[in-house]
């Protein structure tokens, strides 16, 4: 059982990528990054957003950790949705994933997958 969150960019979900729905799909079809799965069972813990400010990324994630802890739903692993690998290749998002990697394994022993979906 693959545990995962999905944290997508904060300017986009919902607003230009509509009700998460393309992640939904891909998860339920094991597309994109998600057929790394394809044999294994998914479940999605949490799915909210990076906080907006680049800075704000590791407390907002700190806190979907805590929350999903305090109510017995930890997950294992984070992807960043495709919205935000999006927001980095054309929107010059300053986050940079291989430190938010590095800082995600040191403080909460978890995976970040970065991307979703291709569609
Ligand atoms: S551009 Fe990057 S830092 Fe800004 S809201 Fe989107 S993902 Fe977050
Ligand atoms: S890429 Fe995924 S996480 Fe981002 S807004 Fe679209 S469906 Fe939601």
Redesign the pocket.
Known sequence: MAKIAIIG????QDQLCIACSKCLKAIAKREGEFARYKDDEVELMALGD?G???GL?MPKVTLVNEITHMIDRDFDIIHLGTC?VK??KT?Q???DFEQLAALVKEKMGKELVVGTHDY
């Not at 960019?9 to 986009?12: F, L, S």
Request: proline share 12%; charged share 20%.
């Open positions: 960019c904060h300017r986009v990076c907006d400010c680049p990324f935000v927001a980095k929107g998002c300053p986050l």
